[in-house]
Structure formats: C-alpha cells, structure tokens
C-alpha cells in the first residue's frame, strides 16, 4: 500500500470536513439557544458571501468586512423582531417552518440585491498547493495552503464558540433559553436579547463560511446548497454540540475521500454524494442523539 497517498486523502478529507464543519456550527449554535433547526443558515452563508463580494467592488476588504459584519448584525435583529419574536412559546415545528420561509426570503432577496451571477471572492487566502514530507514518502504528500488556512480559522472559532457557552453569563444564559423558553424568561433571562446575540454570532459563523466556500468555489446561488451537506455532520455530532459539529465534519470528510478513492473504482464511483447521508441514516437508527448529544429520557 502506498502510505503517502493513503495519508494525502485523510488529509483531504479532514480539510474537507472541517469546511462542512463551517456551516454546521451555525446549525447548532441556533439550535443550543431555541430548540430549533435552522433551515435558513445556508442561505446565510450566501447572503453574507455576496454581501461581502459585491461591498469589495467599492471599497477595501477590511471594510467591506466590518460593513457585512453589521448587515449580518441587522439581518440578526430583524429576524428576531419580525420572525422570532411574534412566534415565541409557540411549537418548534411552527419555528422550523419560519426558518424555511427565510430561506427562500434570503436567497431571493440577496440576490435582488446584490445580483445573481457568479463572483470570484479573493480574501489574501494562497491556493498554491505545496509538497510535504518528500524526505519520508516517495513523492511527497500534496496539500491545499487555502484548506491548511480555513482548518486554522475553524479551530480558532471553535475555540472561542466553546469558551463562549462554557464562561460567560451569555452563554450559560444561551443554554437556559435552549432547556425551556417559559422558565427562562420566569427567572429574568430576555429571550429576546438572546436569540438577537445567537443570530448574530451565527451570521458571523455564516459569513466566514461564506469567505472559505466563496474563496474556493466562487460566490454563487449553489452556496446556500453547502448547508445539505452540513445536515449529515450535525446529526453525526448531535445538534446540541459544538464540538461535535467539527468531529463529524471531520468523519464525514475523512469517509467520503477514502470511499470515493477506495471503493468508487469497484462500483462505478459517485460515493462522495452519498456516502455521507447514508453514514447519517446509521447513525439515526443507532444513536440519533449523535456522538455528543445528551440522551433525553421522557419519565411517564
């Protein structure tokens, strides 16, 4: 067996997966605070990458940044205002179909805005893949610096998810909202002020998702597509867990590269398509809380 390549797809995978992992984060972050999934976070994703493309037409990258930073920030309030609070204590599904609703709202409405056609997005991010570790295999392990890049990035802002939740009041607060709505709000939380903090942070989850996946793929209406993707990682992590958002992006990514290289050849390839959903299908029947979801026990 040729080790060098075997360990280039596992790091292609794990490359891969940790841009799944991108747009899972919003899923759960929106999940942890309402009890609710979160249709809307691939359409997000594109609102914010065509917001940000289309503001660098006029203005430095910096600013055009801290100016889609406070589009997300408004985008937050107004859905919080005109969606979210009319509908509290209502069932999660009513929420969920909400969530649907604003999908179609901002994928239409972005690109009324900011245009439909395909944006090529450069962030200062270097695509130049280089050769590693040529002294230990022969011929050397190929890597992507752009995927090197965004695996950094996503570390960083895992990082800081978890130390929000686990060590500030918000967070804890976040999790409160999340258990019970009505309790919440009896012990003084605002919900309403809470779920506006949840939307933004995920807007800016979407945003950098949408500055990677742009980068990468260009920003286009199939972006708001990537959130698919993302369903299969969240219910591998369980949707209540940040962590558990990048492990199951990294198993996913980690098993549609060795099965498309390894057992595509033998069944006519394309189990990169699906390999994920089915690996998710599993893990429903088996363990539907996910690897770090939290067992919920319903005592009659």
């Given amino acids: 067996m040729n080790w060098g390549f075997l360990l280039e ?5 794990l490359m891969a997966g940790v841009l799944y992992s991108l ?7 929106i999940y942890k605070a309402s009890g609710v999934f979160n249709f809307a976070q691939g359409a997000m994703v594109l609102f914010a990458a065509l917001s940000l ?3 660098m037409e006029h203005m430095p990258f910096a600013a055009a940044l801290i100016a889609t930073l406070l589009i997300m920030l408004a985008l937050a309030v107004a859905i919080e205002r005109l969606v979210l609070r009319p509908l509290v204590n209502q069932a999660g599904i009513i929420l969920f179909m909400a ?3 604003l999908t179609y709202f901002l994928d239409g409405f972005g690109q009324t805005l900011w245009g439909s056609d395909v944006y ?13 570790l040529q002294n230990v295999f ?7 610096t752009e995927d090197v890049y965004a695996a950094v990035i996503a570390a960083i802002l895992v990082a800081a998810l978890a130390l929000f939740f686990q060590k500030t009041a918000t967070g804890r607060a976040l999790r409160a909202v999340a258990d019970d709505h009505q309790a919440a ?5 605002p919900l309403n002020r809470i779920w506006v903090i949840v939307w933004a942070v995920s807007g800016v989850v979407a945003l950098v ?4 996946w742009g980068s990468k793929l260009g920003v286009q209406f199939s972006l708001s597509l990537i959130a698919l993707k993302a369903l299969p990682v969240v219910i591998l992590g369980g949707f209540e867990s940040v962590p558990g958002a990048i492990v199951g992006g990294l198993i996913i990514g980690v098993g549609e590269k060795l099965s498309e290289v390894y057992l595509g050849p033998y069944v006519g390839g394309g189990i990169e398509i699906w390999f994920a959903y089915v690996l998710a299908l599993l893990f429903l029947l088996v363990r539907p809380e996910g690897l770090f979801g939290e067992k919920h026990i319903d005592r009659v």
């Fill in 53 to 55: 493309v289309r503001l």
């Fill in 9 to 13: 797809v596992i790091l292609g995978g």
């Fill in 209 to 212: 998702a949408g500055m990677i």
């Fill in 23 to 29: 747009v899972a984060l919003g899923f759960v972050l």
């Fill in 185 to 189: 709000q009896a012990v003084g939380i």
């Fill in 120 to 132: 090529q997005l450069h962030i200062g991010m270097p695509k130049e893949p280089v050769m590693i």
């Fill in 138 to 144: 022969e011929g050397g392990i190929l890597i992507n």
């Fill in 99 to 101: 969530t649907i609703g």
